[in-house]
């Protein structure tokens, strides 16, 4: 099979085009330039691209880059500033999968007449669902499972991606890259969003964010008293849930229950506060088609969150075993059956 690697310049993506070669694919290396700005650094830096060409070169596959920065700024970095403006929290890395990495790069690849495109996620696809489906599972690795992020995608991305570390644990996947003596087989994993840079001075996302909306001071409302007990310097970069920077008083915490850029006004709580039965979704997907109402699955807030029983009803789900902590609007819920996804929505 001719197959597209997205060789993002991390140690998942090198194992994954070595084990496709293994396997006797014809394999092409392709890496995504996606950011050149200030913080040009995680998985879309110069840097990256140097480790990834390194790699392929030791492979003896040719590499490509393809400069996606236009689509990257519309689909992701706008949208990621203007839900703060709106007191939202996205969630930019599952819109980067959304838009760049499963659409654009797959449907590039398929021009170029390729015939699936691969990448390191650490997630499994399965090819027996009913009609031959293909199905979406949690990696073999619990603790690196990145599914959580693919839970945007259908069967029609599907039928085209492989994930061939998905079987492998972590420790494999480094174990493998050392053997074959590729250059990022010690390569940290990267963890922060790729477009905020760090530096001296205000925080990065208070930078990144400040360069690009108007910030505004906060008053923060106690719920239960309807009094101001303290102040915010920017109200867009509160998140619901947050206790940190909140303050505190002699009857306890204080966290988030709501953003209202438009007051300026962050309303604050106890934890107990933040308890909800169960969560509105919108921009609901599915991934081979939508279930009923009233099915029950796991809902999972976050990358490693725990994931909650659920029934899902009209315009989201509802928690089965007793209230839960708040999500943050804007944030993904995927959506599960056992390991399986089967869909997922954002929070409203």
């Given at each position: ?9 991390g ?5 994954a ?13 392709a ?9 040009d650094?995680?998985c ?196 619901v ?31 107990d ?76």
């Amino acid at each position: 099979m001719r197959v597209l690697v997205g060789l993002s310049g991390g140690v998942d993506s090198s194992v994954a085009a070595a084990l496709l070669l293994e396997e006797g694919h014809d394999v092409v290396a392709a890496t995504m330039k996606l950011w050149g700005g200030e913080g040009d650094s995680g998985c879309c830096s110069v840097g990256d691209v140097d480790d990834a060409r390194r790699v392929a070169a030791r492979l003896g596959i040719d590499h490509h880059v393809f400069n996606f920065a236009e689509e990257f700024e519309q689909r992701v970095v706008a949208p990621y500033a203007e839900a703060h403006a709106l007191g939202r929290t996205p969630n930019p890395c599952i819109e980067c999968n959304r838009h760049l990495k499963f659409r654009r790069f797959l449907d590039r690849a398929v021009r170029l007449g390729f015939e699936a495109v691969a990448t390191g996620h650490h997630a499994r696809i399965a090819n027996d669902g009913p009609g031959g489906l293909p199905r979406l599972l949690r990696g073999h690795d619990a603790a690196k499972d990145q599914s959580y992020v693919l839970s945007m995608l259908t069967v029609r991305e599907l039928a085209r991606v492989l994930l061939p570390v998905g079987e492998l644990t972590k420790h494999e996947v480094r174990a493998r890259a050392a053997a074959l003596g590729l250059p990022t087989a010690a390569k940290p994993d990267s963890q922060e969003v790729c477009f905020v840079a760090a530096g001296p001075g205000q925080g990065p996302r208070e930078r990144f964010l400040g360069e690009r909306i108007e910030l505004h001071p906060g008053r923060l409302v106690d719920r239960a008293t309807g009094s101001v007990v303290g102040t915010v310097p920017a109200v867009e970069l509160v998140t619901v849930g947050q206790r940190r920077g909140l303050g505190a008083s002699a009857s306890g915490r204080r966290y988030a229950l709501d953003v209202d850029p438009a007051s300026a006004t962050v309303m604050v709580g106890s934890e107990d506060d933040l308890l909800t039965e169960g969560v509105e979704l919108t921009e609901r997907t599915w991934v081979a088609g939508p279930l009923p109402v009233g099915a029950v699955v796991l809902a999972q807030a976050s990358a490693h969150g725990r994931p909650r029983p659920a029934r899902l009803t009209d315009t989201g789900v509802c928690y089965l075993e007793g209230p839960d902590r708040r999500v943050a609007p804007g944030q993904t819920i995927a959506l599960y059956a056992g390991d399986e996804v089967v869909g997922s929505g954002t929070a409203a």
